[in-house]
């Protein structure tokens, strides 16, 4: 994740980190990408079954019922060794984690034992007694999917009418007092909507949004050739700073996010070198601090059938099974290659990586997106950097 927000408008500084001792224990969640543990968010894939059938699932998700997946009592015995472990956050999704009748006592559970509990929903389900239901429970955050305004959302999401349904999820969210957020994935079909997007954000009052790259995985994969090219990549994160920077000199503060490509941290501090290098040392130090790509470190992902994986997009890198280890083990485990690599993923990339300058900062960027280009430790074909910048640095 790169806080635009954070960075490029000051609403974070080095020493509001430094204050918590960088621990993911003590961190606020706005902070806990910059800390130095790095324990895992665990993303709970807790259904496949989903009620929508969007062309860019990563889980390949339909609307009918999947065997196998972990049961409530198979579920806490995951939180509980999640919670000793030290995960700071369990999130719980999907396909869509309100199919799940038993979704609320589980996230109760966790907060329970002291876990920040998030849900990734379509929101299409939220109605005002579940948003009061999550309210009550003390849930951190809900972050609902929107890919553009209405008739994009629905073409994307295969269904007429479920924009409607999820912004009246998104007010539910925020009449019940609980924290809402919007999930954009963004590529050439939805990318002309973005500037509508920031419109929305104003007229909601929405407090949070996520610019997700296009990861190619599940359906996500056949959407590849509709990624967009290096230039629209560059040319949509100067947007997002531009449309970030009115809202903040206009009085309002969101948390606007980019997320999945990181290679949009390198570009976003040349930015803020270019405008204001003493806030550029401030970024810098941010940005070290944050590591890049997390996969396999910061963040994991356990199936609705208990296998663990790396991240929730890389479905065929399974690490073990919660049926069979605990979490805690699976991930600690030093014998299992592609774990201790993605831990110290600097000596393992090659190419464009390798000497780039700005490895310690994007961390390698996306695997999986190396990966589904031919070669695990190779460059992200989504790197949108050039020659000249990979391998200049000025600090």
């Known amino acids: 994740m790169i806080g635009i927000s954070k960075l490029y408008c000051g609403a974070v500084?080095?020493?509001?980190?430094?204050?918590?001792?960088?621990?993911?224990?003590?961190?606020?969640?706005?902070?806990?990408?910059?800390?130095?543990?790095?324990?895992?968010?665990?993303?709970?894939?807790?259904?496949?079954?989903?009620?929508?059938?969007?062309?860019?699932?990563?889980?390949?998700?339909?609307?009918?019922?999947?065997?196998?997946?972990?049961?409530?009592?198979?579920?806490?015995?995951?939180?509980?060794?999640?919670?000793?472990?030290?995960?700071?956050?369990?999130?719980?999704?999907?396909?869509?984690?309100?199919?799940?009748?038993?979704?609320?006592?589980?996230?109760?559970?966790?907060?329970?034992?002291?876990?920040?509990?998030?849900?990734?929903?379509?929101?299409?389900?939220?109605?005002?007694?579940?948003?009061?239901?999550?309210?009550?429970?003390?849930?951190?955050?809900?972050?609902?999917?929107l890919d553009g305004l209405e008739k994009t959302h629905d073409r994307f999401r295969g269904k007429k009418g479920a924009f409607a349904a999820a912004l009246d999820g998104l007010r539910n969210c925020r009449e019940a007092g609980?924290?809402?957020?919007?999930?954009?994935?963004?590529?050439?079909?939805?990318?002309?909507?973005?500037?509508?997007?920031?419109?929305?954000?104003?007229?909601?009052?929405?407090?949070?949004?996520?610019?997700?790259?296009?990861?190619?995985?599940?359906?996500?994969?056949?959407?590849?050739?509709?990624?967009?090219?290096?230039?629209?990549?560059?040319r949509l994160l100067d947007l997002i700073a531009g449309e970030t920077r009115q809202m903040f000199d206009s009085g309002l503060s969101p948390e606007i996010l980019t997320v999945d490509n990181h290679a949009d941290g390198p570009y976003l501090y040349l930015k803020i070198r270019q405008e204001n290098r003493e806030r550029a040392a401030e970024v810098l130090e941010l940005l070290e601090m944050n590591e890049g790509n997390s996969s396999g470190q910061g963040i994991g992902c356990v199936s609705w059938d208990g296998e663990v994986y790396p991240d929730q997009f890389w479905r065929n890198q399974p690490l073990g099974n919660v049926r069979l280890k605990p979490f805690s083990e699976i991930w600690l485990d030093e014998k299992n290659e592609l774990l201790s690599k993605l831990k110290d993923k600097k000596k393992h990339v090659h190419g464009r990586c390798a000497s780039c300058c700005w490895l310690t900062v994007c961390g390698g960027n996306f695997r999986a997106r190396a990966e589904s280009a031919g070669d695990v430790w190779g460059p992200d074909p989504a790197c949108y950097l050039n020659d000249e910048e990979i391998s200049r640095r000025e600090d």
């Not at 809402?180 to 007229?203: C, E, Q």
């Open 13 to 145: 500084e080095p020493s509001d980190v430094l204050r918590y001792g960088r621990q993911s224990g003590k961190l606020p969640a706005h902070l806990l990408q910059f800390s130095a543990d790095k324990k895992p968010v665990v993303v709970w894939n807790m259904t496949r079954r989903c009620n929508l059938k969007c062309i860019h699932c990563y889980s390949n998700s339909a609307d009918m019922n999947y065997p196998d997946e972990l049961t409530t009592e198979e579920g806490k015995k995951l939180i509980d060794d999640l919670a000793q472990f030290g995960s700071p956050v369990i999130l719980f999704s999907g396909g869509e984690p309100l199919l799940r009748p038993d979704l609320i006592e589980l996230a109760q559970y966790a907060t329970d034992r002291g876990m920040r509990a998030v849900i990734s929903t379509n929101g299409t389900l939220i109605t005002k007694e579940i948003a009061a239901r999550l309210k009550k429970i003390g849930l951190s955050y809900v972050g609902v999917s």
């Open 178 to 234: 609980v924290k809402v957020g919007i999930r954009f994935t963004v590529n050439k079909y939805n990318l002309s909507d973005v500037p509508a997007m920031f419109d929305l954000l104003r007229k909601e009052k929405i407090e949070r949004m996520c610019f997700y790259h296009l990861v190619y995985s599940g359906r996500g994969s056949r959407l590849r050739d509709e990624d967009l090219t290096h230039e629209e990549t560059r």
